[in-house]
């Protein structure tokens, strides 16, 4: 009984963060189809919101991880959560300027992208289906979709900078022997060599469970 709850609360979850990620994913394309270029400006209007819902229930991963309901690496999988998240409601969504930005467009593709490729394979193998061509495309596709989406992460944080440093958002003082104001883009510039070695890292980890799944995989067809 246990295991039968267990495997169902596993699939609602995934099912609904496809379902989430499906609509955003078909939503932005439509729109991106019917009007072109000027769709990239009302990217975060149009998605912020389920997208924002998405971002909020991955934090149960973590959890799952935790209690050992899902095998996985969990001080990796809390730095893929958690630079979303940050990304997405310290700086995105603080900054109304950067939420017109192309590249908030970018970043929310190849976030779902990810989730596309990762969320339908996990419901296949819940329910005893296991298909090569998905499990191949989720561990080969994914290393260089990662560090893509990275990268536009790294350009994201760059380009909000300046509505940071003129508005001062988030900015404080520290009331020391002197008075120090501490700008929160400065924070922001300190993150940046974090989230490279944390997306090395990750990258790394990647490549090694592509090579164990593919292998496990190709000896269970032998």
Request: aromatic letters at 14%; proline letters at 3%; one cysteine or more.
């Amino acid at each position: 009984m246990r295991l039968s709850i267990r495997i169902a609360y596993l699939f609602l979850y995934n099912l609904l963060q496809f379902c989430g990620h499906t609509w955003i994913f078909a939503n932005m394309t439509a729109r991106l189809l019917t009007f072109g270029q000027d769709a990239l400006a009302d990217t975060f209007y149009a998605v912020g919101f389920v997208m924002s819902l998405c971002q909020l229930l991955s934090f149960l991963e973590l959890f799952h991880i935790a209690d050992e309901i899902v095998k996985g690496h969990l001080l990796l999988r809390f730095f893929q959560v958690m630079s979303r998240n940050i990304l997405l409601f310290v700086v995105i969504i603080s900054q109304e300027e950067v939420q017109r930005k192309p590249v908030v467009c970018s970043l929310f593709y190849l976030w779902n992208i990810l989730d596309l490729l990762r969320y339908p394979h996990i419901l296949m193998c819940l329910v005893g289906m296991h298909s090569f061509p998905m499990l191949w495309a989720r561990y080969t596709l994914t290393i260089p979709l990662y560090i893509l989406s990275v990268i536009t992460q790294g350009i994201t944080i760059y380009q909000a900078l300046p509505y940071f440093e003129t508005l001062g958002t988030y900015s404080f003082e520290l009331d020391l022997p002197s008075t120090v104001y501490v700008q929160f883009s400065t924070l922001l510039k300190a993150c940046l060599p974090l989230v490279a070695v944390g997306a090395t890292a990750t990258v790394y980890h990647l490549v090694k469970e592509r090579k164990l799944q593919l292998e496990n995989k190709k000896m269970k067809r032998k």
